[in-house]
């Protein structure tokens, strides 16, 4: 949609200097611009450097001619790199948003390279638009506070070592199925011996085999030792403590089908949000 005059004009009379973080693992690319309607300056530092970011805003403020104390609005794309920088930013008196990279709207049709240096000047242009007044040209991400945030490693260690668990009894099965052997597993491993197996013509198991799934069921016995000592902290926590998120699992696990897996989920991934409505719980993501 085009902007009317007296928007324009508006966008011009408000100083503000606007930064896109493009982040890499070894190289950042930072986008500047004051307005929509100047072309961005697009330059790199090292990656987490934060003196260098710190110089480098300065700078742009001397190359956009804005005063020293004019408000700075940033955003990056939500990924490896967290939510850190958007506390350190904050730090910094920073207007910082966190962006959901699949909500950016891409062109299809458009043929382009896809370079860093185009992500941060389309970013930065975004980001003049989303602080102009345009809330929908992207989703912005809800940043868990330090301690929200710390709280979801033990229900994602947990679901790590589940996937783990059942990555290593598919591969034994499937080594064993390689010599016509078919096997069933417990929680705790092999139901039978591995010595008493025989492969289609009654032979035992060759060494090189018997080797493999011999490491293969050391590491499912560690890998579910682990998953019941963090289960058992979970249950615990849930028990126990005197927490809100406590008390918002034991509720949630009043209701059917919903054990400690769910419930603790439901709290520490879902609803530390603040929903509004009930619009907006239908339209969160499974």
């Given at each position: 949609m085009a902007?009317?005059?007296?928007?324009?004009?508006?966008?011009?009379?408000?100083?503000?200097l606007y930064v896109a973080f493009e982040l890499g693992w070894t190289k950042w690319k930072l986008g500047f611009c004051s307005r929509l309607d100047e072309k961005a300056w697009v330059t790199t530092i090292d990656a987490r450097d934060i003196g260098g970011m710190k110089k480098t805003i300065a700078k742009a403020r001397t190359r956009f001619k804005v005063s020293a104390t004019c408000p700075v609005a940033s955003c990056y794309e939500a990924g490896r790199d967290g939510f850190w920088l958007d506390r350190l930013l904050k730090q910094m008196s920073v207007e910082n948003v966190v962006v959901d990279s699949g909500s950016i709207k891409v062109d299809r049709r458009a043929r382009r390279a896809k370079t860093d240096r185009l992500d941060a000047e389309d970013l930065v242009t975004m980001l003049v638009r989303y602080v102009s007044g345009e809330p929908k040209v992207w989703h912005v991400v809800r940043v868990p506070s330090p301690e929200q945030e710390d709280a979801r490693h033990l229900q994602r260690e947990i679901r790590s070592l589940k996937k783990e668990q059942t990555r290593i009894v598919n591969r034994v099965r499937g080594l064993l199925a390689s010599q016509g052997v078919s096997v069933k597993m417990g929680r705790r491993g092999l139901l039978v011996p591995l010595e008493s197996l025989r492969t289609w013509d009654g032979s035992p198991l060759p060494p090189g085999l018997t080797l493999r799934v011999d490491q293969e069921l050391s590491r499912h016995v560690v890998v579910?030792?682990?998953m019941l000592a963090l289960e058992a902290q979970r249950h615990r926590g849930i028990q126990e403590e005197g927490s809100a998120n406590a008390a918002m699992s034991q509720r949630l696990m009043e209701l059917k089908a919903i054990g400690e897996t769910t419930a603790e989920t439901l709290t520490r991934e879902v609803f530390f949000r603040n929903f509004k409505n009930r619009r907006q719980i239908g339209s969160y993501p499974a």
């Open positions: 902007q009317t005059a007296s928007h324009k004009k508006h966008i011009a009379a408000e100083e503000r579910h030792e682990q």
